[in-house]
């Protein structure tokens, strides 16, 4: 019979925000695949547990998968766990979850932390929407190649983001979303958790060697890309209109009323405009 396979969330800076399932777990499992062996030592010393690591991080995710896999099926309990939070959020933990799935092995989700989400609750934005993006690539052609994806999304947007990198990331951001309200969180649950309020420009101005792991959560744009489509196609004329709707597949009948509802005019003039023509 083959062993469970848990995602143990662990505290992102505060570590009584542990659970107290996440501990029992801890202690039951045969073998713990850290992110960082040395950082889960750590946590694992403060609550007097002892068990056998073994590293698990983005660049071994696939060899070590394997290796994870065959002690699974050999009966073992194995628990993963990232640096800070929930695994697979931005974090290794994804590659095992796919691998254990197609071997037909149990997976449980052990609930704890998680920075965004956090961040997000506190921010004053709206949380009814938002879209969850992580880090952004450091190149910055391809960073701004996704800013532009997401430029005329309405959901809050929420990313992660080193201190070294922030500076970049806002510049970008400026440029391409333009000056939006944002909400920095930083070392959240922590001594020094803050949250820094304002405009992009504004903060960009602020920014001052800040350290700590930051997120980054973002207005949503109050124009969305049907918006933008729709005006654009208000700019032309009536029968390149009709053109756009009749490549869509569209017949007469119902290009009339498209037309008519995009324009905020009755159907029976742009009916007449065309029996006209």
């Not at 889960?40 to 056998?52: A, M, R, V």
């Not at 092995?105 to 956090?118: D, H, L, S, T, Y």
């Amino acid at each position: 019979m083959s062993g469970k396979l848990y995602l143990v969330a662990t505290p992102i800076g505060n570590l009584e925000d542990i659970t107290l399932r996440a501990l029992k777990v801890l202690k039951e499992v045969d073998l713990i695949a850290a992110e960082d062996t040395r950082h889960t030592l750590g946590l694992l010393n403060h609550f007097e547990i002892s068990k056998p690591l073994i590293s698990y991080y983005k660049q071994n995710e696939k060899v070590k998968s394997e290796i994870l896999i065959e002690k699974l099926n050999a009966g073992q309990n194995i628990a993963v766990v990232s640096d800070a939070g929930t695994p697979g959020i931005s974090d290794p933990g994804e590659e095992i979850v796919k691998v254990a799935i197609e071997n037909n092995i149990e997976i449980v989700p052990i609930p704890g932390a998680c920075a965004f989400v956090n961040a997000l609750i506190a921010s004053g934005m709206s949380s009814k929407e938002f879209e969850f993006i992580g880090f952004l690539s450091a190149n910055k052609k391809e960073r701004k190649d996704k800013l532009e994806e997401v430029k005329f999304e309405t959901k809050t947007l929420i990313f992660y983001e080193a201190p070294h990198k922030l500076k970049t990331t806002l510049e970008s951001m400026l440029e391409v979303l333009g000056d939006r309200k944002i909400v920095l969180a930083r070392e959240l649950t922590k001594i020094h958790e803050e949250f820094i309020r304002g405009n992009i420009s504004t903060i960009l101005e602020q920014i001052v060697d800040i350290k700590g792991e930051f997120v980054i959560i973002v207005e949503g744009n109050s124009i969305s890309k049907k918006d933008v489509e729709l005006d654009n196609l208000n700019e032309k004329s009536l029968e390149d209109h009709y053109k756009f709707y009749e490549n869509q597949g569209f017949d007469k009948k119902e290009i009339i009323k498209k037309i008519a509802k995009d324009r905020n005019t009755n159907k029976n003039e742009i009916y007449q405009y065309f029996l006209n023509k």
